[in-house]
């Protein structure tokens, strides 16, 4: 089995599982980072020191930094308690319609509260255009919330002139990086983000753990979604996870340290890939052919039925959508905001890539998806379409 | 998720391919699913049959079984395919069944071809 | 260093720890459970059935059980997610003024939307009257949520009793159990309980790592606090953490082998502390002599400032008052609603034991308390008390 | 949390006790603290001194040093004493401020005290 799915989870890089074993294990690190006694203080040092690291990484300071259960809860607690808490100044939200789900049901529930959500289209290829989020932008805005980097796609939004837009119009900017941290460089404040999503199981560490920054000068309180002992300024209750914040801060900082040669060599095994399977007929890249992050190539294929494309390939972990609502068969809402048919959209391939795939593995996939798109279209009564449906 | 069966139907679908003949077809791409199938009729017997299919493994691998299950018999048998009996054998999953409903259709269309036609070659 | 802090955390069990290192290293296991292909079922397979397994341990069906990220989430969920789901059939809700924060802060928070909360008084000893919840039910309630073994004086609440009045005047039941699993028999069916709250730190599990039962029978719904993605059966998105479901069952599983053996070892090491302690004039218990869990024993000293008993005592890993409110040094609201003056809450001591407590070391934390007691009154202008103030 | 000089202070304070001449207290059970001072003057200073104290380590550190840093002095130097000092000394932290106060006041009415009875030992 040849792993290509790395968008939708990595495997734990083995100096994090070290970390984090290590931690379940010792008899200094097991207290309650609540408690006051020794132990229990030793331990809050330590999820505090990581806590500066990983903030450190984005250009944000310490306090600005909340861990959480991951992305989702991080999307939730930015874009719900955000505009619960300014919900006098305004109850509009503008994002994109090829949002991740945690960003879109947010929304969808201020919805049903009677917040107004304008929901932008992306081009063709997949990128937002900041002067539509300009556009979208009313007296009654209060949070903008638009992703780094699309999970299916890999397309990469130009977040920086977007903050800058939302800071000239003093609307707040959340940017969901579960994608693109590890990946592409980050810095919240040259990139004005008011709030960013974090994950660690994205970049090689344990899933379950997250972090939401909040810019402290620009935000002062969210309205919490969990209550109850004040741990997290009083934004996120319940007894921190030690190993889990000391694995993610090992995995970031890897991640981090990875950032000039790691994304490179990503990106030159997922262009070899792609120009292996841009020979295939019919074959159609989705998303922006330069702006997209180093570790995502989706294809789509006219004419192959989408599952057994992918039982075809069934010797690869691939996806055909995003991981997180793959259980619905439904054709993915990211790909049919491009202009894919749903016929189109289904019969699409999301390779991912990342810190232990091979060119061998990229070889083996290309020669697999190549014969099996052959041996589809020889069954199909329709054979080679002519043009892309 | 795919039984053995299904498996070994979609891997190595010994009857795919389109003949000239009787033939009959169900489904669109549209709607994800279409299968024709062709046969040619010899001393009253299904003597050749091939299916072509744009679809899901089961419905590839359904196909397969059904020609395989329809050879050496006499065309009427188009008429009587159970669609039950093919899940069985391939442990089809309930929310698949409109797949084989679609196969049935195509089967029966396949029978009326050759009963407007009834060229039997052996004639 | 003598850990006698085990109900704010316990150290993670040795076959738990390895069950996850495993877990966080394996081939097999780090596919994302959301994921269609092979190793994304594997996954989701290794997932449910810790799923079974620990719905079996209090006689739950697999798809009654969710997966939260802790006891504080799964409060949350179950009460603001029941109250908000049949808010229309009413808007009030019965708890008890000695809840977890996680309870009371919820609480709290549903009655900024409008909703009615009954707080009612235990009695000196801490123990709630079911009669007393049953007068405080009315037309408009629609959750009780009481506690089954308070976090601060281990005190059990008659929750079978509690659970029959509340099934029959059809009003959900939710307990919160992070302290009582693996220290007392817990059936959901026999004890009418219709939500249970379940913590894998409080029994040598994983930190961040919780459940949340919802019968099957009676609630088809709540409303999520958490969106995006549609896991668990669209209550609580976000990517499964495997290791940590692993190990939580792990520790589950083996606390509910060892409940014929482990709570009666520590009920008698508890009950050796309190026999040696009680000697030390005007100490007092807090909170039930009998109904009582086996891990805690929590104590007032008379004419003891607080902050020195402990500080004396600080070889010793112990708690004033909750863990997860120690930060703030306000005398323990739990111990207030005893009967404790203030002063007499602040000098209260709880010691809570567990699997690795020996009776060498129990002994040695009665030495050295009643050296600090003696030393303490010493230095002190009031000397000792003659009764208790 | 605790200083070093917290914690030795804490465990061995050589001049807990009372003693009969001048005193001076301050503070409550109720408000969590009470410090009470107790001294004899010989030949125009304090030769002897004592402290008793129902409050948090810092207080009772605090009050042992007052008292080390007082004995030998003349009793006017209790009105002197200066808790700026003593915080830095101990590394008291801010918020513990209202301690020292208390000892300060309870200083200054052991002076007091004295200043009415002027009760030298040596006389
Ligand atoms: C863009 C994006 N946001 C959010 C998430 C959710 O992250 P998590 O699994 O940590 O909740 C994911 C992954 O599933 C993602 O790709
Ligand atoms: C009774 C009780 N409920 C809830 C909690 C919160 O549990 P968790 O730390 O898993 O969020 C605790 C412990 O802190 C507790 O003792």
């Known amino acids: 089995m040849i792993y290509l799915d790395y968008a939708a989870t990595t495997p734990v890089d083995e100096r994090v599982a070290e970390v984090m074993s290590r931690c379940l294990v010792s008899p200094e690190l097991f207290a309650n980072s609540a408690s006051s006694h020794a132990p229990g203080r030793r331990v809050n040092q330590a999820i505090e020191s990581a806590r500066e690291q990983v903030a450190g990484m984005i250009n944000a300071a310490a306090r600005e930094l909340i861990w959480t259960s991951g992305a989702t809860e991080s999307d939730n607690l930015a874009i719900i308690g955000a505009a619960r808490f300014r919900s006098n100044r305004g109850r509009h939200l503008v994002t994109s319609v090829t949002e991740h789900k945690a960003v879109l049901d947010s929304c969808h529930a201020l919805e049903k509260e009677g917040f107004d959500v304008s929901f932008l289209h992306p081009d063709e290829f997949g990128v937002l255009a900041p002067e539509d989020v300009s556009a979208a932008i009313t007296e009654a805005t209060t949070v903008v919330s638009i992703m780094h980097v699309n999970n299916e796609t890999g397309v990469i939004q130009d977040i920086r002139a977007i903050g800058e837009i939302c800071r000239s119009r003093d609307v707040l900017f959340h940017v969901d990086a579960a994608q693109s941290f590890g990946r592409l460089p980050i810095d919240v404040r040259a990139d004005h983000i008011d709030m960013?999503?974090?994950?660690?199981?994205?970049?090689?560490?344990?899933?379950?753990?997250?972090?939401?920054?909040?810019?402290?000068?620009?935000?002062?309180?969210?309205?919490?979604?969990?209550?109850?002992?004040?741990?997290?300024r009083g934004l996120r209750p319940g007894t921190l996870p030690t190993h889990q914040v000391l694995g993610m801060s090992k995995a970031l900082e890897i991640a981090q340290r990875n950032l000039a040669g790691e994304p490179p060599r990503i990106a030159a095994l997922r262009d070899h890939l792609w120009q292996r399977i841009s020979t295939i007929p019919a074959v159609q890249l989705n998303g922006h052919e330069a702006r997209r992050s180093?570790?995502?190539l989706n294809v789509s294929v006219a004419g192959v039925e989408g599952e057994s494309l992918l039982y075809g390939m069934r010797?690869?972990?691939?996806?055909?959508?995003?991981?997180?609502?793959?259980?619905?068969?439904?054709?993915?809402?990211?790909?049919?905001?491009?202009?894919?048919?749903?016929?189109?959209?289904?019969?699409s391939v999301r390779f991912s890539l990342g810190r232990f795939t091979t060119r061998a593995e990229v070889d083996q996939a290309a020669d697999a998806f190549a014969a099996t798109v052959a041996r589809l279209r020889d069954l199909s009564p329709y054979g080679l379409p002519d043009g892309m449906d | 998720m795919y039984s053995r069966a299904v498996e070994q139907a979609f891997e190595h679908p010994a009857h795919a391919g389109k003949l000239s003949g009787a033939c009959g077809a169900a489904g669109s791409r549209e709607t994800g699913t279409r299968v024709e199938f062709s046969m040619q009729v010899a001393s009253g017997r299904i003597s050749r049959m091939?299916?072509?299919?744009?679809?899901?493994?089961?419905?590839?691998?359904?196909?397969?079984?059904a020609v395989e299950s329809l050879l050496g018999h006499p065309p009427e048998a188009l008429g009587c395919w159970d669609p039950g009996g093919a899940a069985e054998r391939l442990k089809i999953p309930v929310e698949k069944t409109g797949k084989l409903l679609l196969i049935q259709d195509a089967l029966r269309n396949c029978l009326q071809d050759w009963d407007t036609t009834e060229l039997d070659v052996t004639e």
Not at chain 1, 203 to 215: C, H, M, N, Q, V
Not at chain 2, 50 to 65: D, S, V
């Open chain 2, 50 to 65: 091939c299916f072509q299919a744009y679809g899901c493994p089961h419905t590839i691998a359904a196909c397969e079984l």
């Open chain 1, 315 to 347: 010797d690869f972990a691939l996806s055909s959508g995003s991981a997180c609502i793959s259980d619905a068969a439904e054709p993915s809402y990211v790909l049919k905001s491009l202009g894919r048919s749903d016929q189109l959209a289904q019969g």
């Open chain 1, 294 to 296: 180093c570790h995502i």
């Open chain 1, 196 to 232: 960013l999503s974090l994950s660690a199981h994205k970049t090689y560490g344990p899933k379950g753990a997250g972090a939401l920054f909040l810019d402290a000068r620009r935000i002062g309180r969210v309205a919490p979604l969990l209550h109850g002992g004040g741990h997290e």
